[in-house]
Nanobody, 127 residues
């Protein structure tokens, strides 16, 4: 079992940018698939982005594609989510997630695709 700690959330104006970080404990980070989910008040947790152990395999939800970029640094056990052109509807708690299982052909989409979670970091986008 790994532990995940997110950071980088905050308050930003519409059109602004933030970069979230997630540091993962353990020596086998490079073998994990990683993802970012988000949960707005009163809504279910939803998929935002994911990256496989092979960094060429990246996936995005339609709502963030073209604005968000996921990346990983295996040397520092860290996965990032660069968020640009932020909108008020991006306001949510953002969660980092990890899985030992390989992604399917279409990539992960569900919270059930991941077994380990961080505690979340709040992102608020003001209009």
């Amino acid at each position: 079992q790994v532990q995940l700690v997110e950071s980088g959330g905050g308050l930003v104006q519409t059109g602004g940018s933030l970069r979230l970080s997630c540091v993962v404990s353990g020596r086998t980070f490079s073998t994990y698939g990683m993802g970012w989910f988000r949960q707005a008040p009163g809504k279910e947790r939803e998929f935002a982005a994911a990256i496989g152990w092979n960094v060429r395999n990246v996936y995005y939800s339609d709502s963030v594609k073209g604005r968000f970029t996921i990346a990983r640094d295996n040397a520092n056990n860290t996965v990032y989510l660069q968020m640009n052109n932020l909108k008020p509807e991006d306001t949510a708690v953002y969660y980092c997630a990890a899985t030992k299982h390989p992604f399917g052909v279409i990539g992960p989409r569900s919270i059930n695709d991941f077994g380990s979670w961080g505690q979340g970091t709040q992102v608020t986008v003001s209009s």
